[in-house]
């Protein structure tokens, strides 16, 4: 009877570690509804600088672009945390900020899980054996390199650059419309942060 109680174990055991594989197969996959991105930013933010004046200021391609208003609203809706408040105009703003933003789509390596059941090459598969995790394997695909970047130049300080940051997501898809929230969220959590600093946020997917 222990024999046959200590061969269960082993099999529970094995089992275990087998969803264990799969759980972290899926993750890796993307199916978890977490938004992820890495945030670099740099700031020499001033100190009096508490219920200050903003204006979101568009470039020459940037004009009159409806791209551009759209995502200029998600970056509206981060800095309402910040303390800061949006100017009737450009020429009541103490503080300008500068936005750009892509999706460029890159060939990068990515772990892939194998068909669990036979792997192996050539028309001869061996079937898979309980006992042996999933395999993955490295793949090449195609991803979309989703950036927000912000610039803020201070006014009172001829013009003078407090704070840049970039944050970064990639995906399978090019969704850079429904990433916009999240990236400009990351970009003014807790802010201004540290100097030179790089970070990874996650946030839960609505």
Not at 44 to 51: E, I, L
Not at 124 to 132: A, C, D, I, M, V
């Amino acid at each position: 009877m222990n024999r046959e109680f200590q061969s269960l174990c082993r099999q529970g055991s094995v089992v275990g570690r087998w969803l264990l594989s799969v759980l972290l197969i899926l993750a890796m996959s993307g199916c978890a509804t977490v938004f992820s991105a890495q945030v670099s930013r740099f700031e020499q933010w001033p100190q009096n600088a508490d219920g200050a004046s903003y204006w979101i200021k568009p470039d020459k391609a940037q004009q009159n672009n409806l791209q551009f208003q759209t995502y200029a609203d998600a970056v509206r809706a981060a800095l309402g945390p910040t303390g800061l408040v949006e100017a009737s105009n450009e020429a009541q703003a103490r503080f300008v900020v500068h936005m750009d933003y892509s999706s460029p789509r890159e060939r990068v390596w990515e772990q892939r899980p194998v068909d669990p059941y036979y792997y192996g090459p050539g028309p001869f598969y061996r079937p898979w054996r309980w006992g042996y995790a999933p395999m993955v394997q490295n793949v090449v695909v195609d991803v979309y390199r989703m950036t927000l970047s912000v610039r803020i130049d201070d006014r009172s300080q001829q013009g003078h650059e407090v704070y840049r940051a970039t944050a970064v997501a990639t995906n399978g898809r090019d969704q850079l419309g429904a990433a916009m929230p999240y990236l400009a969220r990351a970009l003014f959590d807790h802010f201004p942060g540290r100097n030179g600093e790089v970070i990874q946020v996650r946030y839960p997917v609505r």
